[in-house]
C-alpha cells in the first residue's frame, strides 16, 4: 500500500451524511496499523470503553464530553472546538457528542491477543459493575454495536441487577487507578506557546511530552526526517506548507492536508517557514 493523501475539509464534506444517527462515524483509514477516524453526533452511549493502547482526540467542529472513570471515581472531561487530548491506556471511557459536532480519533491496531472490554456500570458514580464483555476489537464499528444491541435486550439491564450473564469471563486486566489524566488544551495556543521553537531550523517537539505509548510530535521548520519508525505514521499538516517524499514519490501538503505514510514509515518532510506538522504513529502493544 502507498501513501495515501486527503484535505481534511474536502474528506469531512464529501462524507457529512456518516456523522449523522445512526452511524455518526466514518473512517478515513482503517486497513493499516493505525485507525484514524471521524465522529459526529448526536451520540449518546450508556457504556464505558477499556482498551491497552492510546486515543487521539481532536474536536474539529464543537465540544464533547469524554466520560472516564480516574483514580476508581467517574469524572467528566470536556474537550473543546480546537482542543486536543491524549487518554491513556485502560481508562475507561464513554464519549458523549452533540448534535453539529465533528472530532478526530487516533487509535492503533489491536493484536491478535489482545482484548478490549465495554462495560456497563450500575449508575453514573461508576462504583460497580452491571455488565461487561470482552472482545477482540478489529471491528471498531459493528463489534461494539453488536455488543451494545446485546446489552440493551440484556435481563441486567431490564432489572438494573447484575445477573448470571453479567461476567462471562474473568477481567483480562484491570483499569489503571493510578494514572492522573492531563486536561485537554487548546492546539493553536499551544503552537503559539512554542513558536520560537518551532520557527528555528530543524524545530520540533512532543506535543504531550515524553512517557507516552505513542508518538506525537509538531514538526516545524525544516527537514524532518521519520519520527518513529516500523509503524505507520498519520501526518497533519495544521499550518503552512510542507513536501514529504516516500519511497521517491513526493507529496505536497498544504494546510489541512494529511497523509498516510505506511509501514515502515519511512519519510522525510521539508517545512517552509511557518510550517507546521503533527506527526502521529502508534507502536502496536509488544510482548
Not at 39 to 63: A, I, S
Not at 134 to 154: I, K, P
Not at 156 to 171: A, Q, W
Not at 178 to 185: C, G, M, N, S
Request: aromatic residues 8%.
Amino acid at each position: 500500500m502507498g501513501a495515501i493523501k486527503y484535505n481534511v475539509d474536502q474528506w469531512v464534506e464529501a462524507n457529512k451524511t456518516y456523522f449523522l444517527p445512526p452511524i455518526c462515524n466514518k473512517m478515513m483509514h482503517s486497513d493499516g496499523q493505525l485507525k484514524v477516524f471521524y465522529v459526529g453526533g448526536p451520540n449518546v452511549r450508556p457504556d464505558y470503553h477499556l482498551e491497552e493502547g492510546e486515543e487521539l482526540f481532536y474536536m474539529l467542529r464543537g465540544d464533547m464530553l469524554l466520560k472516564v472513570v480516574e483514580h476508581g471515581r467517574a469524572k467528566d472531561v470536556v474537550i473543546r472546538e480546537g482542543d486536543v487530548f491524549l487518554l491513556p491506556g485502560r481508562i475507561p471511557h464513554s464519549p458523549q457528542r452533540k448534535a453539529n459536532t465533528v472530532g478526530l480519533v487516533i487509535e492503533r491496531e489491536r493484536t491478535p491477543q489482545e482484548l478490549d472490554c465495554m462495560r456497563f456500570y450500575l449508575d453514573d458514580k461508576c462504583q460497580e459493575v452491571l455488565y461487561e464483555r470482552w472482545l477482540h476489537c478489529n471491528d471498531l464499528t459493528q463489534g461494539l454495536a453488536d455488543l451494545l444491541h446485546e446489552f440493551m435486550g440484556s435481563e441486567e439491564r431490564r432489572t438494573g441487577k447484575p445477573g448470571p450473564k453479567s461476567f462471562l469471563r474473568k477481567p483480562v486486566y484491570e483499569p489503571d487507578s493510578r494514572v492522573t489524566l492531563d486536561e485537554p488544551f487548546s492546539l493553536d495556543r499551544w503552537l503559539d506557546e512554542h513558536r520560537a521553537e518551532l520557527d528555528r531550523d530543524g524545530g520540533k517537539r512532543d506535543l504531550f511530552g515524553k512517557g507516552h505509548q505513542s508518538t506525537i510530535v509538531v514538526l516545524g521548520r525544516g527537514v524532518h526526517e521519520t519520527q518513529c519508525s516500523g509503524t505507520e505514521t498519520f501526518i497533519w499538516q495544521i499550518a503552512g506548507s510542507a513536501s514529504v517524499n516516500v519511497a521517491g514519490t513526493t507529496f505536497t501538503l498544504a494546510t489541512n492536508d494529511t497523509l498516510l505514510v505506511p509501514a515502515p514509515g519511512q519519510y522525510t518532510l521539508v517545512n517552509q517557514h511557518g510550517g507546521r506538522t503533527l506527526a502521529t504513529s502508534m507502536a502496536p502493544k509488544s510482548g
